[in-house]
């Protein structure tokens, strides 16, 4: 918070947590595993995408810079692939979790 | 958000296009000395600049991705899980639909793998959505509250705060499991507009939801429509469309939360809505007696025990106007409809798990007579909008 900053006086401290724990499996250790495997995958597609925004930008200037990607506006056209692309990469990793032992053991 | 980014190669042209169609928020921007890193809108998907490019590229790209996991979650792995559910139910020897009460949902489910996995998935879809937001623009802290304080005093429209209201303590708790609610996060507005995108499956995007909901709230039967009021507005996303269909109307929109107040009026003054938010609560507005011609109140009775909800009704009739409009729009309680187990099961994790803390008091009530109880004279023929959640309803207040 910025000393002297109006924000100071527009929040309050006294905001109540929730109060139940979210352990849904076995044990608190193998939901922490899933949740930070899960995160992993938001970090990866992070990668990605900064992969990709560099390949378009090597192709298109043969050059490429931290400003350059960060101010990148995919097209529409590259919104909708790399969505799809998006879309592979979870259920090709995710499927996995599907298997449970009550149905088929195939990913996605 | 201020300061955009320069545009690069073929977006420039687009760029420039937005930069006019959006005037009125380059004049606002120019109140402010800060900057922030990579701010630029808009982006991706985002196509009017309603919802602006989030400060990194890989906050953003974190986000893509849980939009994609949650989607993945409820409509491919959470199907599969739905109906586990009621095959499990029905194993057990009770019908799905109406569903059996949650706690025989609850043993019907026992440690069936496939659910509770699935409820892992959803629920860290939830966890990881906050966390990056709250990490994202906590990481450009002093520059967006140097941009709020910026944005307090400026244009058009107003912005009234009272540090001194007396905050109920229902209130007070982290809905949706989002840090520190809407009150105890000063980037609580932020980290809200772009979390609920994704918690509702990119239907608020660019106010879509809002912007149909204005078209349809109904004007009182005289036509006249000098002031309307949104109760509970939150990040004010109802008031700004309100405004824009009904540009003469004097619109205001009050909430109990700080941070998303400030928020909802930098971005009303940046998109040139000149709109009045205030902090105050529901139960007791202040407004005089018959002042508004409209009143809305856009999903705020499920986060409200049904005791207040009585008392925002009397409050709501207090203000309108003999003649004047009121049009909630909230889930369906069980009264309007009976979900099957899975559906039960969903609304309990919701209840539960992602601390939606009054909810279940809200269904189970039978909201439409407490309207009536309030002395307002429902018209259940009125425009609707339907969604697969929630829909509207129409009452005035008898001349």
Known sequence: MTEGSKSKATHREDFVPPQTEDVFLDNAALDNVMSTVIALGSEFWALQKRMN?????????GSVSKEMVEAYRPTEEQSAAWEEQRDRFINRVYGFLQNTGTDSKTAG | MIDRRTLFGTTAAVASAFTSF?????????????????????RGTYTEGRLERLPEMDMESRLEFTQGFRNWSLRNFGRKSSSRVNELVREAGFVTSPSPPIDDVLAAIGDDLTVWTSVRCKTTAQQIMWNNLVDGFNANKDAYLAELDAADASGPGTLELNADLDIPDYTKHEIHIQPGGYIGDPLGG???????????????????FHRDLAQIIPVPEDGKMERFLDIGTGVAQLPMAVKERFPETDVWGIDVGAPMLRYGHMRAAENGLDINLSQRMAEDTGFEDNSFDVVTAYILFHEVPTEETKKILAEVRRILRPGGVFFPVDFRTYTQTRPSAS????QWWDHVHNNEVWTEEYRASDFIQLMADAGLVVNEDAPTLQKRFWNSVMATKPV
């Open chain 1, 53 to 61: 925004v560099m390949e378009t930008l090597l192709e298109e200037n």
């Open chain 2, 190 to 208: 932020y980290v809200y507009h772009y979390g609920v995108n994704v918690f509702t499956l990119d239907l608020s995007s660019e106010d879509v």
């Open chain 2, 22 to 42: 959006f005037g009125s928020r380059k004049a606002a921007a120019a109140v402010t000395s800060k900057s922030l890193p990579n701010d630029i809108e808009p």
């Open chain 2, 343 to 346: 559906g039960r099961f969903n």
